[in-house]
């Protein structure tokens, strides 16, 4: 492809449909330039606008939804357990999950869904290359898309055991207990015995994140070793300091872009029934953020 991607939908008319995403702050926030992209790529009679939204917005969005015709919305920090409580149903993966990132808003009836865990999983076997997940899984983190995450690496019946590693080991040992299937324990961050066992790690935490780059969840990263796929769902910056260290012992590596694209690609298909552009999505995503 040549020339930049284009980050606005060509027109906007008396029949364009809307769509937006929501959260507190809103500014910072990539979708409005991977969904424009991919509407205006496709030609679609769509916009994508962000919406700051504070906490007390929360509970009257419902009735603006259906009266302003939104078609649908993502859900961003700090709304994503919010919003389960205005919404008409919820997906199976969302109700688990426990948090909803995408709203759908047919004839008057919201759907929430959560999309967060099937990006990863289409990371894991697009980016990744893993068509079946290793039977030993460590993640790192406890927090909202480490749920997410958990989630969606428990779909392959192939994952004998996940260990949940996280800083506050309370809230590692009540993610395991309350989303594990009996198939996750805790332990301490940087538990280098789980690591050395491990296939694949998956980092959920926010440690690496732009401006802290040179700090590892893993520390100086004992226990990676050349057959495992690690993945960094940061993606600011692309190559995180793990990542650095997984690349230096000879291990596949997967950066967070996946994740983001791969969300915002299904949730794409849900309000539009159309298929995601996903290399028109990624292009976007790049310019717009790095
Ligand atoms: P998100 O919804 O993006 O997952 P979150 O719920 O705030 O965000 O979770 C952030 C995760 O990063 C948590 O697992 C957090 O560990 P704690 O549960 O101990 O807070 C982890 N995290 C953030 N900063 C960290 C740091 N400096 N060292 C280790 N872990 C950290």
Known sequence: MTGAVALAPAAIRGSTQILGVIGDPIAHSAS?????????????????????????????????????????????????????????DLSEAARQIGA????????GHLTGDNTDAYGIAASLREDGGLSHLPSHVVLLGAGGAA????????QD??????????????????????LGQGRATACALGDTTSIEQAGLLINCSSVGLAPEV???????????HQD????????????????????????????????LVHQAARAFELWTGQRAPVDIMRQALLASVY
């Open 32 to 88: 409005p330039a991977i969904h424009n992209a991919a509407l205006a790529h496709l030609g679609l009679d769509y916009v994508y606008v962000p919406y700051h939204v504070k906490p007390a917005g929360v509970s009257s969005l419902g009735p603006a939804i259906r009266s302003l015709g939104i078609r649908g919305l993502n859900v961003t920090v700090p709304h994503k357990t919010g919003v389960m409580a205005i919404v008409d």
């Open 100 to 107: 909803v990132n995408t709203i759908i808003h047919q004839d």
């Open 147 to 154: 749920r997410a995450v958990l989630h969606a690496v428990l």
């Open 157 to 178: 019946e192939g994952v004998e055991h996940v260990t949940v590693q996280n800083r506050t080991m309370d809230r590692a040992t009540a993610l395991a207990q309350e």
């Open 214 to 224: 040179d700090v590892s969840p893993v520390g100086d990263g004992a226990g990676l």
């Open 228 to 259: 495992m796929v690690v993945v960094d769902i940061v993606y600011k910056p692309l190559r995180t300091r793990l990542l650095q260290q997984a690349e230096a012992v000879g291990a596949r590596t997967v950066d967070g872009l996946g994740m």
